[in-house]
């Protein structure tokens, strides 16, 4: 038996590849079954390991190590990363990727003003200006309708010129919001 065999077969349970997808699983070319079924699912492996002791780990770092490694033999033991988790873990480590990049290009094309790791931020402000210019209509709207009402019960000229003033002014700035000339 080989080293070859010894890794793959008979401790980590990586089955050969069947039909659909060759990755986490072997396909008898070395180099990419060290890739595809070993490097990379382990990558995601560790890092899921470092997070899961993460908590223990807070409180004492040896028992933090222990713990991650200990859950790392286990699923080894058990048969879970050849069964189940090869294959899963190349799937998630590509999912990272485009997420990544799509994190990337979201950050690269916001405005300049706007900083690159606030993306939830970002969209958080975008969606409550546009609420909030919404209400600001709304209650333009409200206003230019009690002027309105105003006008038409005074026969004062002075409360009229009063009136139309600041009727005009408000839709003046209700039109400017509109248009994002003016922020509500």
């Not at 010894?6 to 699983?25: H, K, M, N, Y």
């Not at 988790?85 to 590509?94: E, G, N, Q, T």
């Not at 690269?108 to 919404?134: P, T, Y």
Request: proline share 3%.
């Amino acid at each position: 038996m080989d080293l070859y065999q010894l890794i793959f077969r008979v401790i980590l349970g990586v089955a050969e590849c069947s039909r659909g997808s060759d990755w986490g699983c072997l396909t008898g070319d070395p180099t990419h079954d060290f890739i595809y079924a070993f490097l990379l699912p382990h990558i995601v492996l560790f890092i899921f390991l470092f997070i899961f002791a993460q908590p223990i780990h807070k409180l004492h770092n040896g028992l933090g190590v222990l713990f991650g490694v200990g859950a790392y033999i286990f699923i080894i033991y058990e048969g879970w990363y050849g069964a189940i988790l090869a294959p899963l873990l190349i799937w998630w480590f590509v999912l990272s990727i485009i997420m990544g990049l799509g994190y990337f290009f979201i950050t690269k094309f916001m405005g300049a003003g706007e900083q690159r790791g606030n993306v939830g931020k970002w969209a958080g402000e975008k969606i409550k200006k546009g609420m909030k210019k919404e209400k600001v209509i709304q209650q333009l709207e409200m206003d230019i309708n009690d002027y309105k009402q105003k006008l038409k019960n005074t026969n004062n000229d002075e409360q009229i010129k009063i009136y139309t003033q600041k009727l005009e002014e408000l839709r003046e700035t209700k039109k400017k919001i509109m248009r994002g000339n003016l922020d509500p």
